[in-house]
């Protein structure tokens, strides 16, 4: 799947993510979104954000040419560690409490 410059609608070479025509970075929606829900999800131990942070990071990534870009991959672990902490704070709540 060819992606195109929103700027100046430059056709992008794979997992390029700066447009070689305007020098703009290119965005990355989903990416974006998987790195924010994240985020969020680590200070309010939210599972439901971890997993659309996954799903976003893997939407980012088949749209990249099944290639993770380094923001989706922050996203990706972002996700991963939303899930882990829920987790470890419900078997912690369950020995403890
Ligand atoms: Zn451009």
């Known amino acids: 799947m060819s992606k195109y410059c929103s700027y100046c609608g430059n056709e992008l070479a794979k997992g390029e993510s ?3 025509k305007c020098g703009r970075k290119v965005e990355d ?8 829900s994240g985020i969020i999800g680590i200070f309010f131990s939210g599972i439901v954000l971890g997993i659309v942070a996954i799903v976003e990071a893997n939407i ?5 040419d099944k290639h993770f870009s380094s923001t989706a991959k922050r996203g990706l672990v972002l ?3 939303d899930i882990v902490g829920v987790i470890i704070a419900i078997i912690i709540r369950h020995y403890v409490g």
């Open 18 to 20: 700066i447009c070689q």
């Open 60 to 64: 980012s990534r088949s749209k990249n």
């Open 29 to 36: 929606t989903n990416a974006t979104i998987s790195v924010v």
């Open 79 to 81: 996700g991963v560690i």
